[in-house]
């Protein structure tokens, strides 16, 4: 029986990307016919719904052991994937496994594929040259967005790119949850920092919290809410769970009024908590895809590109849009309430559509073609 391995950013208390785990093991199972899958990781997405298998051990080993094992698992295996996320920007560490990786498939003893993943952004010139020569030994590629389709067309590439969409979207086609029903509109809410992991300004930070906080100031008044605060990331250096804990101190909140969702790595349990939402308050990416593929309306920080990309992709008109909050906060949170009656269906025109495409990660014949 043949091996495969999923290599992604599993394992580091992030939302997104523990279900990109869980989609590529039940796509390879579902359209790959495939049975020994396993996570290139050592943790990561727990479910009831999908068996997860993990290659790497948790078990405190020196780094040279582990290395060695993780370079072991590579040989075993005959397919390796690279399942979701900003995986491809710059040149891996000179021992990474990923090298390692390349190098076998450069020779042809290892098949290489990626899908649902973005190409960049790109540290240096020659970091884009390293990535379009690597690139060139994979089987397959293909790209959850068209800036990076785009880029890996002028990459020359011995095959030809697919132009899929986020693993994410995948989700609907093996997971149906029910609805809770509540009472009260609930407003679900993500918060977290960016330009302080990044070396950009600081300030633009600040002033995006400042009117996000003045916002739910705002929301608060409004006795008919009740907020639930997610933890999308919940990393220690880089989570977003101190600065909601700050935020929900400094709204002086009543305990009857809100919730912390904590991040847990039962990934379809924390989307069955949005999937109860009203509306969605986000500024992790994240958060508003879960929210959209719940059909819960959500208004989105675009606080990066990638955020304005997946809007347009979306086809939200401009009238259910915040920017990188350049509105007043009051013009913010009455767009918010009016959004609770919006159809989720005429907000997100595009939904169906991304659905269809995040499947041909799985079912597109050249991927197809390599994996079944």
């Not at 697919?162 to 149906?176: E, H, I, K, R, T």
């Amino acid at each position: 029986m043949k091996k495969t391995l999923f290599s992604g950013y599993y394992g580091h208390h992030n939302l997104g990307d523990d279900a990109f785990g869980l989609i590529a093991i039940w796509g390879a199972k579902r359209f790959w016919k495939q049975d020994l899958i396993r996570l290139f990781s050592s943790r990561g997405p727990k479910s009831k719904e999908i068996k997860v298998e993990y290659a790497l051990s948790r078990k405190g080993r020196f780094r040279a052991v582990s290395l060695l094992l993780s370079y072991l698992e590579i040989v075993k295996s005959n397919y390796f994937v690279f399942a979701g996320g900003s995986i491809f920007h710059s040149k891996p560490r000179r021992l990474s496994p990923v090298r390692f990786v390349f190098l076998l498939a450069r020779f042809g003893l290892l098949k290489v594929g990626a899908i649902g993943v973005s190409l960049g952004p790109f540290r240096t010139e020659d970091d884009y040259n390293y990535i379009a020569l690597k690139l060139k030994h994979l089987s397959f590629l293909t790209l959850r967005d068209k800036k990076s389709f785009n880029i890996a067309l002028g990459m020359n590439l011995p095959y030809p790119p697919v132009l899929a969409a986020d693993l994410a979207f995948s989700l609907p086609a093996f997971y149906v949850n029910t609805k809770k029903t509540s009472s009260q509109d609930i407003v679900g809410i993500s918060l977290c920092h960016y330009e302080r992991y990044c070396g950009d300004n600081i300030k633009s930070e600040e002033r995006r919290e400042r009117k996000l906080f003045d916002t739910l100031k705002i929301l608060k008044k409004n006795k008919g809410l009740f907020f639930k605060f997610f933890v999308i990331n919940g990393s220690d250096d880089t989570g977003d769970r101190q600065l909601t804990i700050d935020v929900i101190d400094r709204l002086f909140l009543d305990s009857g009024q809100y919730e912390l969702i904590e991040y847990s790595s039962d990934t379809l349990s924390v989307f069955d908590e949005i999937s109860s939402c009203s509306v969605f308050l986000s500024t992790r990416l994240h958060g508003a895809i879960f929210s959209a593929i719940a059909d819960v309306p959500s208004l989105l920080v675009e606080y990066h590109k990638k955020c304005t990309d997946y809007l347009d992709d979306m086809g939200v008109e401009k009238k259910w849009r915040i920017g990188d909050i350049e509105e007043p906060p009051e013009d913010v949170a009455l767009l918010l309430i009016r959004l609770i009656t919006v159809d989720s269906y005429s907000l997100y025109p595009n939904k169906k559509s991304l659905i269809d495409a995040s499947l041909e990660n799985f079912s597109n014949k050249t991927v197809l073609a390599e994996m079944s």
